[in-house]
């Protein structure tokens, strides 16, 4: 029994060690701590690790030569670990922080790096995913990202443009004319032309313009791209090549377009057979979902901090009644605030969505996203509301004054 005593501490290590490795996992796992960054995990619950075992070799009832032998091959070990994995690890990890510093894009966006393009989905310590054309999930090394160009579409906006080459026998000004309300009719905003090349037997044309809603530019780009088709055709406009050849007997006069098409209900029946989702929202849906998942985040942080700012300054208000009033609407706001972060809490309980999950959970994760998503919506605007009568109420009582 006397024997066993001696190696109370050393069980006492052992235990507490693997008590907290079970309390991180479990934080990990059900609190959703660091769930976007799955490498903190890792090095965390590595740290509690190696931090126990020197604890329990300093314990076990060694001579203090024997246990220095074990920590110098224990820093051995993990030296040699680290270097064999240091050119890459480190150059990721420093790629990933320098990402986070300039910060280059955000979740949903779309980013186009040599020939990959597609919508972030996560951010993490050392890669980056993103949900390409195809919605396959690409994960491309941090390192990449910062030592090849990479182009970032902007949430405010980006032009979409096609090309095509027209005879010269066609008038220009006919051209551009059709062109234009090919962009128009695409709802683009400063639409322009122009000639990019004066070839042997064709001009090249060069059209586009400012497309606002990039949530939506696959279908966007397509649809514009069937007005320019529409608008040359309509004023019998052939698109093919000068020097294209048909071996068949043809009049001389005969244009290459389509014969005209009778007012059908065409367009009607295409609206009624589109599926409830556009081709974007099945294409990019967990990136979609992640951006979704960021700005509740961003909003959730953003609604607290203008309550606080709105009741600092409705304090200020000298109308006794009219201070009463904002107060409590204020409190009301934050009710619905707590019960927003109930919902954002039970968003944390779910199953990561990017995740192999069955379709039937994945549509109840996506149903409660968006969910909260309208209720966090629907509390800024809200609180914009709130915000603009407190103004209001200062205005008044300063011209009072």
């Excluded at 890669?127 to 390192?143: C, F, G, M």
């Excluded at 000298?318 to 107060?327: A, C, F, I, T, Y």
């Amino acid at each position: 029994m006397a024997d066993l005593t001696i190696y109370t501490l050393s069980f006492l290590s052992l235990i507490i060690t693997i008590l907290l490795l079970i309390v991180f996992s479990y934080l990990f796992r059900e609190k959703q701590l660091f769930y976007r960054e799955k490498i903190f995990q890792q090095l965390i619950l590595i740290a509690i690790f190696v931090v126990g075992l020197i604890f329990i070799i300093f314990t076990l009832p060694l001579d203090i030569d024997t246990k220095n032998l074990l920590i110098t091959l224990l820093g051995i070990v993990s030296g040699a670990a680290i270097a064999f994995s240091s050119s890459t690890f480190i150059s990721n990890a420093m790629a990933g922080i320098m990402l986070r510093l300039i910060k280059p894009f955000r979740i949903g966006d779309y980013i186009k790096i040599n020939d990959t393009f597609g919508r972030v989905t996560e951010i993490n310590f050392l890669h980056t995913q993103i949900q390409s054309q195809e919605r396959d999930l690409v994960t491309i090394p941090n390192i990449a990202l910062v030592s090849h160009p990479l182009k970032t579409i902007r949430t405010s906006g980006t032009i979409i443009s096609t090309e095509l080459s027209l005879g010269y026998n066609v008038p220009r000004k006919k051209i551009e004319k059709n062109l234009l309300l090919a962009a128009e009719k695409a709802k683009l905003e400063n639409p322009f032309v122009h000639i990019t090349e004066l070839g042997d037997f064709s001009i090249k044309y060069k059209v586009g313009g400012l497309q606002k809603d990039v949530g939506s530019l696959i279908t966007s780009s397509s649809d514009f791209k069937k007005y320019v088709v529409d608008a040359l055709h309509g004023d019998s406009i052939e698109i093919v090549s000068p020097t294209f050849m048909n071996q068949r007997q043809i009049q001389e006069n005969n244009l290459f377009i389509p014969l005209a098409e009778e007012e059908s209900t065409y367009e009607a029946d295409i609206q009624k057979s589109v599926l409830e989702k556009t081709t974007e929202q099945i294409i990019f849906d967990r990136a979609i979902e992640a951006e979704n998942l960021d700005k509740i985040k961003n909003t959730m942080e953003s609604i607290h901090d203008r309550n606080k700012a709105m009741e600092e300054k409705v304090k200020t208000i000298l109308d006794g009644n009219r201070k009463q009033r904002l107060m409590m609407e204020i409190d009301a706001l934050r009710e619905e605030e707590e019960n927003l972060k109930h919902g954002v809490e039970d968003l944390k309980k779910l199953p990561d969505f990017t995740a192999d999950i069955e379709d039937q959970e994945k549509d109840k994760i996506i149903k409660t996203i968006e969910s909260t998503m309208a209720q966090s919506n629907e509390l800024e605007k809200k609180q914009n509301r709130l915000l603009q009568r407190i103004e209001t109420a200062h205005i008044r009582e300063g011209k009072m004054n």
